[in-house]
T-cell receptor, first 113, second 114 residues
């Protein structure tokens, strides 16, 4: 079936560097693509989303890029901090499905001091 | 405002036992969902609800029942626990419409079936 998945399971960066987390998706019918952050022992936390008719959206220290031609989504984190260490999931949503989210497998981001 | 509250945080069941995982939200969200998360994996949708009195199946509904008698509560029932149901369970809620992508998750219930 169609799914959302990630290229790399782990990513290690130095504090202060920029991080790029990637995601490949296969469902062209998705209306939204979303990034969630999950810290150890906690539930996922919404970071940012992007509608399928956009190619870039910026938030506070984060930028999401969407390339529909190659079905690729990325999350860029500027000036990565130790508090950014977590597992990052991409997810997709179709408006007709209400709140249904389809999650990818996750990337573990480790920030080294 | 407490957000999404799940109880219990931990539970051990014997095979064949039944139990109910509780979920409550105080944000007046229309949408509520249950997910399970297995080690090293993403979340998979079990059941969801778009409002009181309305529920529907997600990706992995077998062995679970839900009901939504009020806007606030969305309990998940395991009918006859099996070791394959050992997992971490997350409840989530969100507003409807264009804000449905911003789901608020509870802290999770870690369930072990022996």
């Amino acid at each position: 079936g169609e799914s959302v998945g990630l290229h790399l399971p782990t990513l290690s960066v130095q504090e202060g560097d920029n991080s790029i987390i990637n995601c490949a998706y296969s469902n062209s019918a998705s209306d939204y693509f979303i990034w969630y952050k999950q810290e150890s022992g906690k539930g996922p936390q919404f970071i940012i989303d992007i509608r399928s008719n956009m190619d870039k959206r910026q938030g506070q220290r984060v930028t999401v890029l969407l390339n529909k031609t190659v079905k690729h989504l990325s999350l860029q984190i500027a000036a990565t901090q130790p508090g950014d260490s977590a597992v990052y999931f991409c997810a997709e949503n179709q408006e007709t499905s209400g709140s249904r989210l389809t999650f990818g497998e996750g990337t573990q981001l480790t920030v080294n001091p | 405002n407490a957000g999404v509250t799940q109880t219990p945080k931990f539970q051990v069941l014997k095979t064949g036992q039944s139990m109910t995982l509780q979920c409550a939200q105080d944000m007046n969200h229309e949408y509520m969902s249950w997910y399970r998360q297995d080690p090293g994996m993403g979340l998979r949708l079990i059941h969801y609800s778009v409002g009181a009195g309305i529920t529907d199946q997600g990706e992995v509904p077998n062995g679970y029942n839900v009901s939504r008698s009020t806007t606030e509560d969305f309990p998940l029932r395991l009918l006859s626990a099996a070791p394959s149901q050992t997992s971490v369970y997350f409840c989530a809620s969100s507003y409807s419409g264009g804000r449905a992508t911003e789901a608020f998750f509870g802290q999770g219930t870690r369930l072990t079936v022996v």
